[in-house]
């Protein structure tokens, strides 16, 4: 079984920063894209950032300029850096990978447990 574990999340000042860090564990399996959502109270999940394993990216409109997504595919782990950090950036971020295991012919989509990230004005 493939877990996604997910660590850096905090209390940070407005206009601060933060790297949040996810990285999957289990065996024989393989990451396509991979990448953070999250969900503020009262709100859906959105997308924040995604990176397929060829390299392209894509971010949310309201995170471009300030947040960077990248991996480390040899340490199955994908980072988020968070710049200048605003209050609506507040939410719970997940952590979402699809992976692909040597025991099935199709990937298979897991989530983190979520990470609190709370920024304050």
């Known amino acids: 079984q493939v877990q996604l574990v997910e660590s850096g999340g905090g209390l940070v000042q407005a206009g601060g920063s933060l790297r949040l860090s996810c990285v999957a564990s289990?065996?024989?399996?393989?990451?396509?894209?991979m990448g953070w959502y999250r969900q503020a109270p009262g709100k859906q999940r959105e997308l924040v950032a995604l990176?397929?394993?060829?390299?392209?990216?894509n971010y949310a409109d309201s995170v471009k300029g300030r947040f960077t997504i990248s991996r480390d595919n040899a340490k199955n782990t994908v980072y988020l850096q968070m710049n200048s950090l605003k209050p609506e950036d507040t939410a719970v971020y997940y952590c979402?990978?699809?992976?692909?295991?040597?025991?099935?012919?199709?990937?298979?989509?897991?989530w983190g447990q979520g990470t609190q990230v709370t920024v304050s004005s």
């Open positions: 979402n990978a699809d992976i692909l295991q040597s025991a099935y012919l199709i990937p298979n989509n897991y």
């Open positions: 289990g065996s024989d399996f393989s990451i396509d894209a």
């Open positions: 990176m397929f394993s060829g390299g392209s990216r």
